[in-house]
């Protein structure tokens, strides 16, 4: 026997159910989740309509990390509702302030080895501490929470290989804008992305954290690192040794793909508008004006990323032109980057310091103005996802960022020596770090669940599903072309997110930047089909991406291709994700056409091929499904919740 | 000849027309003038429809500290609009970040015996100096800026002798919430209110701006203070001790009226939602459930109104029940806090530290649940303005607001010895301030008349109004009670700001807080006259009060009494302000009755009472204005600019 990679140790570590053959689904047992705001409050609903009494995960965390803007009573009434929800089912609550969820959990609850189950498509961050993390849907969060194993195809080992060391100049964030340079956004999906190499030693746990964070923009599975020497460094910073475990690659480790980037080559790049696979080097764009700087977000957390960027900016006043936001990650981070000094320097060189979250990484705040340049260290460049319709944003390096944030121009930071005479710092950070006492409220003891859930009417409630008919019929009402991001299908930001508790409300915004005019022609149409190219639904882990057309009558949709928790998510709530057999009959299908499809039940639990007979072009086409017998029986009961209620009626 | 006052000293040396009789109209030359986003936009299209090359004040500075979350492309569009127009008519930029307007412009422009007028209600927090500053409406401060004098109704000066020292866990904000609970928010109209006495002795600058930024509540014109020992140490604090200049009472000094306040005998007031002039002792509600705390704004903007927060959480973790809001005043003093290590105590305690700005004062963001107690150091808490509609704002002094946030209840802090062991903490402040190089942006030489205005399509322009008809008809579209402020004519907070420059969209949120069905009735009646009670129109200085109804066909209100700039921006843009002569008509006329009012030109050129005629109700009843003729002038050309403009053409 060959020995095994990191990815095959941990998911052999947690495997309840299937075989690791490539493309075969397993089952995972979980450790941990992570639910955020935005997705969490759904998830809080969903623990309540299955009726479980406390989690059976090990550890599980409610953060408030997105919706922090409260521009009316709605968000205040989430958090509430949140706080009496973790004190209902038995969560660590983290309060609007603590930070970003992605590296407060690495930093507070991370351990190598463990299983983490997230409803964010960032949760794979988490590999960089050796842990086997995923993003999912909320529901497949709560099923993790309720002790239900969690489903993935399982993916193929993506080796990739680290040699030499990093330029001055140039950081993590152009490693993982070096792979989606090469590889582009639809790069990893199937995969796991493991890195491994002695380019590896150089890399902090932190900088692993950025690398890890962006595999979601590959569209990877998640993204694994050991846990080695770095990560026990980073614990014993964060003052958990005792949280150690090392997990290395067997020394004749196998990889099902192989790749190797020799980091001594790399430049600093940048993604341009308005995909993160747009990658090209910073020389190649230098010159062109900028008008905002973002430093923040889970893709450049670290304290690092920002003592960087006041180093840089230290003594000198950001152009005044430029607006430089700058979203401290994290509580711990911030009070960190104050003892250093870096927040002193940040204000008086002009930024304008937000408070800590996600903030303009989500378009909370912070929307640029029509067409002006906004550089951001933030991981999607979507567009739209800043708030603006017909924004400019650019993904980059804090180097990057700081250079512009001097100069008003995009500025290779290689260039800021000779330029303005500006050394790369050398950074000191403190001797270790300073958690702050009391971040988070723990679970409460056993007696939790005589809490009250605390709902103001703006707290909806999940709508009931009817089960898949056996003769679907329905218009398409819409057919989009590839890469479509569920910010497309339902936007955050500042205008949406006050919703996300209440569905009907929610519904209204469906497919709004696409085309304003889905949700009334939904409501009339009854049951529909959406047409999309591929990559599907690739970015944001939301479900309500799919919980809000699907209550607008989406039965269906017919892709090139999905991107993976979005289809999982369809599943989960009742969709029926078919694909073109052939590619080419997408050209055939036009917005509008009336299609069918018969004796449904039969044809999915059969498999293989089912005929779609368009009948406004009188022709039919060929389509596949790739769902498990599990999903089959969850999307023909109406999804998962009904399936679980189905089953506890019988 | 007796003694003058502080009061008449300011008016003797800026009077340029009208005499000092209480009750007749004055002119006052206007040396500097201080104009924020929110009512900014309006002035600088205003500058743009008077044809101004450049400003003719010594000093005039444009702020961005309102419109700060920029949820769309709107808000930054604003400040690329704003900057342009700096350099454009010659204004000094303070870009976002920078803070609040009137503490950053005491602190930075503020000189003893100027005159200052500010298109913001608490202009007036510059009497703090010994300046003589009035709130106004835009329009005002864009003729003050032409170099026209600027048209006050002569004051009463109200002497308030302030004797005795402050008792510990007592601070100057109790001082001005005293006045609102002996006088209401009423107490102060008609009237400048000057302190005098040996309590003055032990109030600090910074104390004094507490305390006449507040005085907008109580209605007044102005507050001043003396320009004494304590203002000299300020400006040299500030480093700039050349810029003091000594303005004292005359020993022989007389007042219109006069009031005494032992300050030895104040103990922490609190208003109580939702009004300024509902202030009770902290004692009387003590153990009220308290969810949030919002410090900041410019009713508590010093440096110890944030430190002495910091200094009472050190070492502590706020209650988890409360959400504690930091919203720091100014860059400045944000630098200075952080020096100080208060900083770190805050984010270390669980504070939520939000950018400088106004933030939740003006409800962008920090909106409270429904009915969850929320204490402020905030000006205002009139209903719907937090961003909530049923919320529970209470206002009181920093020291009241700490309280809160460390035991989650309104608490008196005169326990927190007792209950925590916590004793009245003892400041240390930096040797002197530090003020952040290059913070404001200068206005550039005189080629700045050839910078373009950088309009994007949301900044509109403004409308065109027609004269006032000789037959005014129209029916009454609403009928509003007491003290309805401009918060609810025209809201501002997340969702209204971002349109504050285009009138035709922002007409629509017009009354909305009241009856949201008006814009709509008002577009269909046109024109049309609204009912109200005393001091309508209370509140924020924003001239799209009166601008919004009026696009929507408002020609006339008839109320018992009005609020002063209200009143005057009623004028301005050629809506007729008439009261009862009787209040007890008020009565009488009902919403919906059809008013008619004949010959108007000559009835109000000719003063005196003026017939009413209620079609509806078959009833006439007498009403009266206040209008000097030169008001009279421009409300029968429609408002200023058309007069202006009438007359260039003529």
């Known amino acids: 026997m060959t020995g095994l990679n990191v990815t095959q140790k941990l998911i052999g570590a947690h495997r309840v159910d299937g075989t690791m053959a490539p493309g075969a689904e397993i089952g995972l047992r979980i450790d941990q989740t992570l639910t955020q705001d935005a997705t969490g409050t759904m998830v809080m609903l969903e623990l309540e309509a299955l009726g479980l009494d406390r989690v059976r995960t090990r550890t599980s965390v409610q953060y408030v990390d997105h919706n922090l803007l409260q521009t009316d009573e709605r968000n205040m009434a989430d958090h509430l509702f949140l706080r009496s929800a973790c004190r209902r089912f038995g969560l660590w609550y983290s309060k609007p302030g603590n930070g970003v969820s992605h590296p407060t959990h690495m930093q507070r609850f991370g351990i190598p080895g463990d299983s983490l189950a997230g409803s964010d498509s960032h949760t794979c961050a988490a590999g960089s501490l050796g842990m086997l993390a995923v993003g999912v849907g909320g529901l497949e969060v709560a099923m993790a929470m309720a002790g239900e194993p969690l489903h993935l195809t399982m993916p193929r080992v993506w080796g990739v290989r680290l040699t030499g060391t990093l330029p001055p100049w140039v950081s993590a964030k152009d490693v993982i804008l070096e792979m989606l340079r090469r590889h582009g956004v639809g790069g990893g999906v199937g995969r796991v992305v493991e890195y491994h190499g002695p380019g590896l030693a150089a890399l902090s746990a932190m900088d692993r954290h950025v690398i890890a964070n962006m595999g979601a923009e590959l569209g990877a599975t998640t993204t694994v690192f050991p846990a080695d020497e770095r990560v026990r460094a980073f614990l014993a910073y964060e003052g958990r040794a005792g949280d150690f475990v090392e997990i290395l690659a067997d020394p004749d ?22 995909s993160p696979g747009n990658v090209v080097p910073v020389r190649e764009v230098a010159g062109e004006d900028v008008h905002q700087v973002v430093i923040g977000s889970s893709a450049n957390p670290g304290l690092r990323d920002f003592a960087i960027v006041a180093a840089i900016l230290a003594g000198r006043q950001a152009h005044p032109q430029v607006s430089v ?18 927040t002193l320097d940040l204000i008086r060189s002009g930024a304008r310091l937000h408070q800590t979250g996600c903030m303009g990484c989500i378009g909370m705040g912070q929307a640029p103005a029509v067409g002006r340049n906004s550089l951001r260290t933030v991981p999607r460049n979507f567009p739209g996802r800043s708030g603006t319709k017909e924004d400019s944003v650019w993904l980059c390096s804090p180097e990057t960022a700081a250079a512009a944030a001097v100069t008003g121009r995009i500025t290779d930071p290689r260039t800021l020596p000779d330029l303005l005479g500006i050394d790369y710092p050398v950074l000191t950070r403190p001797e270790r770090a300073g958690v702050p006492e009391g971040m988070f409220e723990p679970p409460p003891p056993a007696e939790g669940r005589r809490v009250e859930l605390v709902k103001a009417p703006s707290i909806g409630r999940l709508p009931d599903f009817d089960p898949l008919p056996d003769l679907l019929r329905g218009p398409v009402l819409l057919k989009l072309g590839d890469d479509v991001s569920t910010d497309e299908i339902l936007p955050a930001g500042a205008r949406v997110l006050p919703f996300r508790s209440d ?11 696409i085309d304003e005019g889905y949700a009334a022609r939904a409501r009339q149409a009854g049951p529909h089909v959406v047409v999309a190219g591929g990559n599907y639904g690739q970015g944001s882990s939301r479900e309500h991406a799919v919980i809000a057309p699907r209550h607008l009558g989406l039965r269906a949709v017919i892709a090139k291709s999905y991107a993976r928790i979005h289809w999982q998510n369809l599943a989960n709530f009742g969709v029926l994700a078919l694909e073109f057999a052939d590619p080419a009959d997408y050209d055939r299908v036009g917005e509008g056409d009336e299609l069918c499809v018969r004796r449904l039940r039969a044809e999915l639990e059969r498999g293989g091929d089912i005929v779609v007979h368009d009948v406004t072009g009188n022709i039919d086409f060929v389509v596949r499904h790739r769902l498990s017998p599990r999903q089959v029986e969850m999307v023909l009961a109406g999804g998962q919740i009904p399936l679980i209620r189905s089953r506890g009626a019988s």
Chains 1, 2 share one sequence.
């Not at 099902?256 to 001594?264: K, M, N, P």
């Not at 569905?503 to 930047?513: C, D, N, P």
Request: without cysteine; aromatic residues 6%; hydrophobic residues 45%.
């Open 253 to 274: 480790a196998r990889y099902d793909v192989e790749d190797e980037i020799d980091l001594s080559a790399l430049e600093p790049l940048i993604a341009a508008p308005t």
């Open 325 to 342: 936001d700058v979203n401290p990650t994290s509580r711990q981070i911030l009070a960190d980057l104050t003892r250093m000094g870096a």
């Open 503 to 513: 569905i009907v409300r929610l519904a209204e915004f469906t497919f709004g930047q």
